[in-house]
């Protein structure tokens, strides 16, 4: 299959539940490359020069002002890396109500994107191939919004 192009960015906590989804989604089979926002701030930040889609999980227990990361915060905060954001997928819990994936539509708001689609806690099968079957037609151009 010819590579989709594009790239995902995303955040993990050390839990691993949001690389898990990644890794089940098989982007690299596509062409996508994936980044790593560091979990600890003595690691080296993180620097994307391409487009990109951020997959970001819901922090805050139902607080909305808690809900982004503060490492996917600090990343945002980089103009270039923000610069070059194409859209959001985000993870949540159903049993926060209002607040399910709030991460996604606060970081697409604030950086004027579309939020594409969004999954409960680590995913299931489905989740990862709408999330792999979307990407590939967002970074081709055709993203038609039906995924």
Known sequence: ??????????????SGNTT???E???LDELGIATYRIPLRANEPALAVR????????????????KAVPIQ????????????WIRGVIA????????????AGRIVAAKCQV??????EL???????????DGLARFFSGRADGNS
């Open 24 to 26: 089940g989604c098989r």
């Open 114 to 119: 579309p939020l594409l689609f969004t999954f």
């Open 91 to 102: 993870s949540g819990n159903t049993n926060f109500g209002e607040a399910y994936a709030a």
């Open 122 to 132: 680590m995913g299931t099968p489905e989740d990862m191939t709408k999330t792999r």
């Open 50 to 65: 391409e487009p990109y889609v951020l997959i970001v999980p819901t922090y805050g227990g139902g607080d909305v002002r």
């Open 1 to 14: 299959m010819s590579g989709a192009g594009g790239a995902v960015v995303y955040f993990s906590s050390a």
């Open 72 to 83: 996917v915060k600090k990343f945002l905060n980089d103009p270039d890396n923000r610069s």
């Open 20 to 22: 898990r989804f990644i």
